[in-house]
């Protein structure tokens, strides 16, 4: 079984509605993330997470919101979709006791988001 | 945070040895050098990591100039499973007090072809 998984892994959906997107993890890890990342552009963060309690801003927040329910689990919120969110979004995660500058992040397959 | 400069694209042939040439000249005392790939519809993958010596894994080899100011990984055997966007990213240690590091910053990558 895959270590990062996230559903759903294709969605259409229509302007203005409120979508979201799961991330789930079994590696134990504290901090996940999620990118997205549009055709001809590297990924982009969109928010992060260090702990539950620990959310933060990436650089692409504004339209997005995020909900870490549990350690292992980190939502991604469209609260009312517009087409230019139309992208390939990424959930990340990263051990943060492999030491600071070593840490790696571990990447899901992706949800192909289309917004008409 | 320090910027990277790749090549947008290079090719190999399958079998020979791959050089890709990153360069960091603002890199700080502290920053990592990550690398990551992302193979066609997939999400990245981790490739290797290093501070100052050059370092060694299963996937590929890391070297590191003795300025700090560019690195090249390298892929001693291409395959064509190895056809993919190279990522070079520097990862920055903890501020004194702050919680500024965590995030990958991607930059557009390489696009590694591979010809049989």
């Known amino acids: 079984d895959a270590d990062v998984t996230q559903t759903p892994r294709n969605r259409i959906t229509k302007t203005g509605k409120r979508i979201m997107l799961e991330c789930s993890q079994t590696k134990g890890h504290d901090r996940m993330y999620w990118y997205r990342q549009d055709p001809g552009l590297g990924l982009r963060l969109i928010y992060y997470s260090f702990d539950v309690k620990d959310i933060n801003k990436g650089e692409i927040s504004d339209g997005y919101s995020v909900s870490r329910q549990a350690q292992a689990k980190f939502s991604l919120s469209l609260e009312s979709a517009i087409p230019n969110q139309t992208a390939l979004y990424f959930c990340?995660?990263?051990?943060?006791?492999?030491?600071?500058?070593?840490?790696?992040?571990?990447f899901g397959p992706g949800t192909r988001l289309l917004v008409l | 945070d320090a910027k990277t400069t790749q090549p947008n694209s290079m090719e190999s042939n399958e079998e020979e040895p791959v050089h890709l040439p990153c360069n960091h000249s603002?890199?700080?005392?502290?920053?990592?050098i990550h690398w990551y790939r992302q193979l066609p519809s997939q999400g990245p993958e981790y490739v290797i990591h290093g501070l100052t010596s050059n370092v060694n894994n299963r996937m590929a080899s890391l070297a590191i100039a003795e300025d700090r100011k560019s690195s090249t990984l390298i892929l001693h055997r291409a395959t064509l499973r190895d056809a993919a966007v190279y990522y070079c990213?520097?990862?920055?240690?903890?501020?004194?007090?702050?919680?500024?590091?965590?995030?990958?910053?991607f930059g557009q990558g390489t696009i590694l072809t591979v010809h049989p």
């Open positions: 990213i520097l990862r920055p240690t903890r501020l004194a007090g702050g919680t500024s590091y965590g995030k990958l910053t």
């Open positions: 990340a995660t990263s051990d943060r006791a492999s030491g600071q500058g070593r840490e790696t992040q571990y």
């Open positions: 603002t890199i700080s005392g502290t920053d990592y």
